[in-house]
């Protein structure tokens, strides 16, 4: 597929009190955007193309942005198929549900859950560069084919769609970890972590949701 020119570059990275978002922001403006954080609905309201970096748990992420009133806000935001990246945690919230925290919903773009790591031997977390393995339909969000990236996660989604997946990432078994479905997608390693390759897959990532 091809990439459009990114409109504006303006884009909403949502804040909700969890981690220190500083490294996303430097990244995002590296790849050309400029950065606003949003704490409320309010700030949401104005915002275009919507960030949803993400540390710690599940649930706790869940409660977080249910705490700044950003929750319902944000599921129909996706719902309504606006332009949407999730990074890491706001990868995988995207998800119906999390095994980390029973009972929780997610914002269910994509049925299923996130589930633990379980292959005997793996070191949990799984932290440090890992290489990608990117759908050939999709490798023009690669500039030059498969990649790595920095990962630091113990979940991750158990499945998806093969039309809404981009890349898959090897550790105990292959599992999503980029996906686009509309004008919404997210990966679940960290680009803002990855030098050159991160920026540019945040760059063509912003002009693909911008253009659908």
């Given amino acids: 597929m091809g990439f459009g020119k990114i409109h504006a570059m ?5 804040d909700y009190g969890r981690g220190n978002l500083r490294s996303v922001e430097r990244a995002l403006e590296s ?5 606003t954080r949003v704490e409320d609905p309010a700030g949401l309201e104005k915002a275009e193309t919507v960030i949803l970096p993400g540390v710690g748990s599940f649930g706790d992420a869940v409660e977080g942005l249910k705490q700044r009133k950003l ?11 606006r332009p949407f990246l ?3 945690l706001g990868y995988q919230l995207l998800w119906e549900e999390g095994e980390e925290a029973p009972g929780v919903k997610g ?5 299923g859950r996130v589930a633990k790591f379980e292959a005997k031997g793996l070191k949990i977390p799984l932290i440090g560069w890992s290489q990608v393995r990117v ?6 969000y690669f500039e030059g084919g498969d990649r790595f990236f920095y990962h630091v996660h113990s979940y991750r989604p158990e499945s998806v769609p093969a039309e809404y997946l981009i ?3 090897e550790y105990g078994g292959w599992f999503p970890s980029g996906v686009k479905k509309g ?8 680009p803002e972590k990855s030098q050159e390759a991160g920026i540019s897959l945040l760059k063509k990532s912003l002009s693909a949701i911008q253009s659908g």
């Fill in 10 to 14: 303006n884009v909403s990275m949502i």
């Fill in 86 to 88: 999730g990074i890491c």
């Fill in 135 to 140: 759908q050939e339909t999709k490798r023009s």
């Fill in 31 to 35: 790849s050309g955007a400029t950065v």
């Fill in 167 to 169: 890349c898959e990432t």
């Fill in 183 to 190: 004008k919404v997608a997210g990966f679940q390693f960290h």
């Fill in 71 to 81: 929750w319902e806000p944000l599921r129909e935001w996706v719902k309504a198929d």
């Fill in 107 to 111: 914002l269910g773009l994509f049925s």
